[in-house]
């Protein structure tokens, strides 16, 4: 086991007898690393934790990699700021995953959020307050998570508590945990669902995908 | 005939007479004529209104106002003026003395609507006479806030840019009208177009319209780098998050710098809050606020002002603003547009 990297020793630990902090049993894992850990030392670290986890890197080259609660890998393709799509069903909704340059471009979150994507994760540290995934979370009223240093959750701002687009996160054991909420972003969509304001008729008329 | 068909009919007797008179009694700055403000690439000065939308009380009472603030902007050298949203339904107040306008409060959406489709075109030539003679008589390009017009499709909400010399360069209607809006009977407009026969690289986003980054990339598209930004906000409480995920939002997403009027108090029962702003990307500015200029409140009025440096601008957008692959707009989002105005 190759203990120079972090989940090597993670798993390694574990297996000493280490008291591993793990979220909640319906949980998904997600943890941003500088790159990519080989596949076999991630498909250990996730039969440990047994809930799906998905690992994203940050740039230069941006990846992510998502596995089941076995240790499986589902194809996640590679994507710059491509035509790539990485969306994927955990826990019965629809997750989709921005990493890299990719974070910088509204189209693609528009994209996930036309296509039904209830939660978006974004991979590395954004600036605060009000960063690229807390703004298409506005514009598209998905919930996302910030995968980072400084993780943090981001909902609509008429669906927080204190209008701030901020939802509270808590910290155990080097692990942020969010109880995600989905009520409280159904009962947002009910009352305004921005996307109804789209007016996709007028983007069709001007080429400006073309320029 | 029921009362409110009565009511609209007297108003629009009683508003073409009084918009026909007003029209004369307009006088905003010399009427000698200026030259043109001056702005390069390097140093463009933009002013941005906060309004308070109260009714006006006469014609003086509303050129007086605009006077104010066209005085205030040529003093720190502005060559663009900003107005906010809705700013020609103020003119509405004209009719206050002879009983109307009343609050949307107390009337249902379809009543509002027959109201607003009677009356408000009606002052649109007076409110486009007041903001010709300001453009012309300070040479300023001035973004005239908007106004409910009538075209053969509808009822539109629309804004006009008049140059330096008087003339109405763009007519821009709103893209994306609120809910409110929509149960008034305000229609979308169907495209973006950039003002005729300006040098200055404008495009005008009408408040909701900055709610969308496809507004901002199709005025890209146009060659536009500075985005007006005509608000009239209709929340009652001001909160930082919610003002910074519109025209601020768009302004971190592309690069481009935008210039937000606002309009504040309120008008026929619909209370607005929000701040006059002039934003860049965060990372030009040297507290990484993205923020030039910003009123202090959110309520009442004033002028703010501030110096766009279109060519850093420009190198910032090129280095630091990836563009989105074709194939990603092609394969993923073009086809989710075109089926969402199947559905439409």
Redesign the interface.
């Known amino acids: 086991m190759p203990l120079e990297t972090p989940l090597g020793m993670v798993a390694v630990a574990a297996a000493e007898g280490s008291r591993l902090h793990a979220p909640p049993a319906s949980a998904l894992v997600a943890l941003s690393l500088p790159e990519l850990p080989p596949l076999p030392e991630l498909a250990i670290f996730t039969a440990r934790m047994n809930r799906p986890v998905i690992v994203g890197t940050t740039e230069p080259e941006a990846r992510s990699v998502v596995l089941d609660r076995w240790g499986r890998v589902a194809p996640t393709p590679s994507s710059a700021h491509g035509g790539t799509l990485v969306v994927h069903r955990l826990g019965g909704r629809l997750v989709g995953l921005l990493s890299g340059a990719d974070r910088y471009v509204p189209e693609k979150a528009r994209a996930m959020a036309l296509m039904g994507v209830d939660l978006v994760l974004g991979f590395g540290a954004e600036p605060k307050p009000y960063g690229p995934l807390w703004a298409y979370t506005q514009q598209n009223q998905f919930l996302a998570l910030e995968v980072s240093g400084e993780p943090a959750l981001y909902l609509p701002c008429e669906m927080s508590a204190d209008g701030s687009g901020v939802h509270p996160l808590e910290v155990h054991g080097g692990w942020a945990v969010a109880v995600l909420p989905w009520e409280r972003r159904a009962q947002g969509l009910e009352a305004g669902p921005v996307l109804r304001d789209l007016n996709p008729d007028a983007y069709l008329i001007q080429p400006w995908w073309d320029v | 005939m029921d009362r409110t068909t009565m009511e609209i009919a007297f108003g629009r007797l009683v508003l073409a007479g009084l918009v026909a008179r007003g029209r004369r009694q307009v006088g905003i700055g010399s009427e000698s004529g200026v030259a043109p403000m001056t702005w390069s690439r390097r140093q463009l000065v933009a002013a941005a209104v906060q309004w308070d939308m109260r009714p006006v009380t006469g014609v003086t009472d509303f050129t007086e106002r605009i006077t104010a603030v066209m005085d205030a902007a040529h003093h720190v050298g502005a060559a663009l003026v900003v107005f906010p949203e809705d700013l020609g339904l103020c003119l509405l107040g004209l009719l206050t003395r002879y009983g109307g306008p009343r609050s949307a409060e107390s009337l249902s959406p379809s009543q509002t609507s027959r109201y607003l489709a009677a009356w408000a075109p009606l002052v649109a030539p007076l409110y486009e006479e007041c903001f010709r003679r300001a453009a012309r008589n300070y040479g300023m390009v001035v973004v005239a806030g908007s106004t409910v017009y009538r075209r053969r499709t509808g009822v539109f909400n629309q804004a006009v840019v008049f140059g330096p010399d008087g003339r109405l360069t763009l007519r821009q209607p709103k893209?994306?009208?609120?809910?409110m809006e929509r149960s008034w009977g305000v229609q979308?407009?169907?495209?973006?177009d950039r003002p005729g026969g300006l040098t200055l690289p404008l495009g005008v986003a009408v408040c909701?319209d900055a709610?969308?980054?496809?507004t901002y990339?199709?005025a890209?598209?146009?060659g536009v780098e500075v985005m007006a930004v005509p608000s009239a906000d209709p929340e009652s409480d001001w909160?930082e998050?919610?003002a910074?995920?519109g025209a601020?939002?768009r302004t971190?997403?592309t690069g481009m710098a935008s210039v937000v009027a606002a309009g504040t108090g309120e008008l026929y029962g619909v209370r607005f809050t929000g701040k006059a702003g002039i934003y860049i990307p965060?990372e030009l500015t040297p507290d990484?606020s993205g923020v030039v200029a910003e009123s202090r409140e959110a309520h009442g009025e004033g002028v703010v002002a501030g110096t766009l440096d279109l060519d850093a601008l420009a190198r910032f957008r090129q280095e630091a603003?990836?563009?989105?692959?074709?194939?990603?707009?092609?394969?993923?989002?073009?086809p989710?547009?075109?089926?969402?105005?199947r559905l439409?």
């Not at chain 2, 893209?175 to 809910?179: A, F, T, V």
């Not at chain 2, 989710?336 to 105005?341: E, K, N, P, S, V």
């Open positions: 893209l994306h009208p609120m809910p979308a407009g169907s495209r973006l909701h709610s969308f980054f496809e990339r199709m890209e598209a146009l909160s998050a919610k910074r995920r601020w939002a971190q997403e965060r990484g603003r990836p563009v989105p692959a074709p194939e990603l707009l092609r394969s993923w989002l073009l989710r547009y075109r089926a969402l105005t439409t």
